[in-house]
């Protein structure tokens, strides 16, 4: 019996190991992003960059923010203190491979990060299931993410939140999807935001926010087209604005697995992401699994099977998805 109680003892041990590694890695994903988002964060480092690499991070240039940042606290005692001398503690923290306490302290005060957001990473790094951080390794092939980067420009906002309320109806078709997005401006003069639709789209209904559509259509792919939704009014840096608009589609085969799913593919970056999906009472799915997938044409890489609620419906919220795919997909 007491030889029971000790492999029990060690079992769980081994689960709380598992969890603060999962842990550490949340807050290193969640810590990462952090860092490549635009805004006061990213300009801290970005100032110490000769050549900026889009969805890179300069870890020297990190590692010249942290320095400093112990050479003001700690005046002649840290001094000495070199910016070579902290890539490595950088570079283990930003992988994943290492994120003590202490230098996720040295994070937190370096660069200042709100209140929440140091809650935030602290609850990760301690291993909480509550928050959820989803980060990929490319949500789309690399000559297409170049080509929407191409086509479509610098981003010069970012979501703030995003709600996607997806309907399936009677027939089990997808029948629609209303969009509920905060977007805030990371530059000046922002009157317009790109929109991404494929060849299954039919309508795009607009709603609070949207003043209508720009006339320029652009094929961007064999499927992919983009036009831009123009905004309400025009933000200066830093300014919100809340968008809704609905998108309905064409008529498939419910059969078709292409059609027994929705995914939302996060090129960049999205906070705040919360994703419904509505089923008719009259065609209610014999399986629902939430999913996160190897790309917009890839294998699926996690699943969870879920359960519908009283209305027929389920629900996922991720407080960050980075260059990921995620969504639900059922069968008859």
């Known amino acids: 019996m007491a030889g029971a109680r000790g492999c029990g003892h060690r079992e769980t041990a081994h689960v709380a190991d598992r969890t603060q590694s999962a842990g550490r890695l949340a807050a290193s994903d969640y810590l990462r992003q952090l860092l490549l988002k635009p805004g006061t964060y990213r300009r801290l480092w970005e100032q110490h960059v000769v050549r900026v690499r889009p969805g890179a991070i300069n870890q020297l240039a990190v590692a010249e923010v942290l320095a400093r940042h112990l050479s003001a606290s700690h005046g002649s005692h840290a001094g000495s203190v070199l910016p070579h001398q902290l890539k490595d503690t950088v570079s283990r923290a930003l992988s994943g491979q290492l994120l003590s306490r202490p230098a996720l302290g040295m994070f937190i005060d370096a660069f200042g990060f709100t209140a929440d957001e140091a809650d935030r990473l602290w609850r990760l790094w301690s291993g909480t299931a509550t928050i959820r951080v989803l980060s990929g390794s490319r949500a789309v092939p ?16 970012q979501s703030v939140t995003r709600h996607d309320r997806v309907y399936v109806d009677a027939e089990g078709r997808l029948g629609r999807v209303t969009s509920l997005q905060v977007i805030e401006a990371t530059e000046a003069g922002v009157d317009r935001i790109p929109f991404l639709y494929d060849t299954s789209s039919l309508t795009l209904d607009l709603g609070e926010g949207c003043a209508g559509i720009a006339s320029e259509l652009r094929q961007i792919g064999p499927d992919l087209y983009a036009t831009e939704i123009l905004l309400a009014r025009t933000l200066g840096v830093g300014e919100t604005l809340t ?39 009259d065609k209610l799915p ?20 879920v359960a519908l609620d009283s209305q027929h419906a389920a629900q996922r919220y991720l407080r960050s998805v980075q260059r990921a795919v995620v969504g639900f997909y059922w069968r008859w």
């Open 243 to 281: 968008l809704e608009y609905t998108t309905t589609f064409a008529a498939g085969d419910p059969q078709d697995r292409f059609n027994r799913e929705y995914r939302r593919a996060v090129v960049a970056q999205l906070e705040n992401f919360d994703l419904r999906i509505q089923f008719h009472p």
């Open 286 to 305: 014999t399986s629902l699994w939430w999913a996160t997938w190897e790309g917009v044409d890839g294998a699926i890489v996690n699943q969870q099977l």
């Open 142 to 157: 690399m000559q297409a993410e170049q080509e929407l980067l191409q086509a479509l420009g610098p981003r010069r906002h």
